[in-house]
């Protein structure tokens, strides 16, 4: 799986960006996917992730929003109303043991998902 986010940049609080994460050799609605970042001296956290449904870190919900294209092969991460705190490096990552039931369980620690894209630097200015 050769995951590639984009779509990061410098960006004004209460701005909106839209990450994406695509994937050259693999469908990626076969996967559980996820979003994780990490800014400067902190531990990466998680931020969205979808299966059958979209689930949220708190300190996104109601701002971030998770969806895939499969027509493109593409998962999305919509952020808007950003905060300076948003600032960080963002990841995408796969599931492979995702097996496309309605009750398949939230991931929401890094070590759950097997394979990992580079990330994506956003940065949101106060």
């Known amino acids: 799986v050769q995951l590639q986010a984009s779509g990061g940049g410098l960006v004004q609080a209460g701005g909106s960006l839209r990450l994406s994460c695509a994937d050259s050799?693999?469908?990626?609605?076969?996967?559980?996917m996820g979003w994780f970042r990490q800014a400067p001296g902190k531990e990466r956290e998680f931020v969205a992730g979808?299966?059958?449904?979209?689930y949220y870190a708190d300190s996104v919900k109601g701002r971030f929003a998770i969806s895939r294209d499969n027509a493109k092969n593409t998962v999305y991460l919509q952020m808007n109303s950003l905060k300076p705190e948003d600032t960080a490096v963002y990841f995408c990552?796969?599931?492979?043991?995702?097996?496309?039931?309605?009750?398949?369980?939230?991931?929401?620690?890094?070590?759950?998902?097997?394979?990992w894209g580079q990330g994506t630097l956003v940065t949101v200015s106060s």
């Open positions: 990552a796969a599931d492979a043991k995702y097996t496309g039931s309605l009750t398949y369980p939230p991931r929401r620690v890094w070590e759950e998902y097997d394979y």
């Open positions: 050799g693999r469908t990626l609605s076969n996967y559980a």
């Open positions: 979808i299966n059958r449904r979209a």
